[in-house]
């Protein structure tokens, strides 16, 4: 928090407010920010709910206006991909690779081992004992083979393994470490990167964007791993910050240490909540907060992509999970522009030379 000096562009937030009074219409005239992100020589993505991208034309509009980057919220989960066993359905996920074609997006795959939303016929195996330990490696295999080989191409980033560790930099309880014990996640690089030799494969969590015993961890993964040749190319940071919690300190040292090691480092998921109700203060706050992250990726050679979890409160995952807690994203449930939006374009704008704090 004391670590985090405020960029001077968003001090200035007196624009950032005049900006919520002007009509949507007339900023969506303006450049849309994958233009500025390609000066800047960096992806600006956004995580796509597939149910929205199907049935509301403004949220497709802007998502394929706006974005240089896509990641599937849910549907290349595990219990998305696979709902049987062996029964695989990609037609969402393919869904979103064509809009992102279309677009001329990126793609990030999210993801491929996970405690959470996997399948029940899987968990329920593991939790009866019917699927022991051999049988289950057996079938992380085939499930990693499957889906990048499926996507082989098509995809520039995989979060591989996500959210391994729990913040005091324990390896995290899952069905995985339970079962297969610690070298799954070796396991689970080395099969994607045979599946896709072409695709860029990361870690991913959350609270660890600053220097911490979590991110410390990931770092000595990453370190012990890359040794052994493991094809551990990208440090994923998701950025899910709340403002009632003060700002990380040392971002730019934390991903520099990354890059130190020869890998890629990329914002994956940000947003910044808040407790409820939003007012000019907290929303002054929240757009400094996206701004520090922006900051510290484009002060970082190897951040290729800056990817926020959503970018309207309209389909925002926040509210539902943190009661009383939401205005997480850059644009209002009307997708008028917030203090946030506008400090996320003259970050992108500024590009990577006016660099606070770097
Ligand atoms: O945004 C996702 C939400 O729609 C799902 O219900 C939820 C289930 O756990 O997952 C959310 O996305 C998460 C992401 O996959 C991994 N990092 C944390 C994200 C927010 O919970």
Redesign the pocket.
């Known amino acids: 928090m004391s670590r985090f000096r405020m960029p001077a562009a968003v001090a200035a937030l007196g624009a950032g407010l005049l900006f919520t009074c002007v009509p949507a219409a007339s900023a969506q005239s303006a450049a849309p920010l994958r233009a500025l992100a390609d000066r800047a020589h960096v992806r600006i993505g956004t995580?796509v709910?597939m149910t929205a991208l199907a049935d509301d034309s403004t949220y497709r509009a802007t998502t394929g206006r706006e974005f240089s980057s896509v990641t599937a919220?849910?549907v290349m989960?595990w219990e998305a991909v696979e709902p049987q066993r062996g029964a695989y359905d990609w037609t969402k996920a393919d869904a979103l690779v064509r809009f992102a074609r279309q677009h001329g997006q990126a793609v990030r795959g999210?993801?491929l081992v996970?405690h959470?939303?996997l399948p029940g016929w899987l968990t329920s195996g593991v939790a009866d004992g019917s699927i022991g330990a051999a049988e289950l490696r057996g079938i992380l295999r085939r499930h990693i083979i499957a889906e990048v080989g499926h996507f082989k191409g098509r995809i520039h980033q995989w979060d591989v393994v996500?959210?391994v560790f729990d913040d005091d930099g324990s390896p995290r309880d899952s069905i995985w470490l339970r079962t297969l014990g610690p070298s799954y996640i070796a396991d689970a690089f080395r099969w994607a990167h045979a599946a896709d030799p072409g695709a860029k494969l990361f870690l991913n969590d959350?609270n660890v964007e600053g220097v911490n015993a979590k991110s410390t961890a990931y770092y000595e993964l990453a370190r012990t791993l890359r040794a052994q040749g493991v094809a551990v190319q990208g440090f994923g940071v998701?950025g899910?910050l709340g403002i009632q919690y003060g700002f990380p300190g040392d971002v730019a040292g934390n991903l520099a240490r990354f890059e130190e090691l020869g890998m890629e480092t990329a914002f994956t998921?940000v947003d910044v909540r808040m407790v409820l109700p939003a007012d000019a203060a907290k929303r002054a706050t929240q757009a400094a907060y996206f701004r520090g992250l922006l900051d510290a990726c484009l002060a970082t050679r190897h951040c290729t992509s800056f990817t926020v979890?959503?970018y309207t409160d309209r389909y925002s995952?926040v509210p539902?999970?943190f009661t009383g807690q939401g205005a997480a994203t850059l644009l209002d449930e009307d997708f008028t522009p917030k203090p946030a939006y506008a400090a996320v374009r003259d970050g992108l704008a500024a590009g990577r030379r006016a660099v606070s704090g770097a």
């Open positions: 995580a709910d919220e849910n989960k999210h993801t996970w959470n939303q996500n959210e959350y998701q899910h998921e979890w959503g995952w539902g999970v």
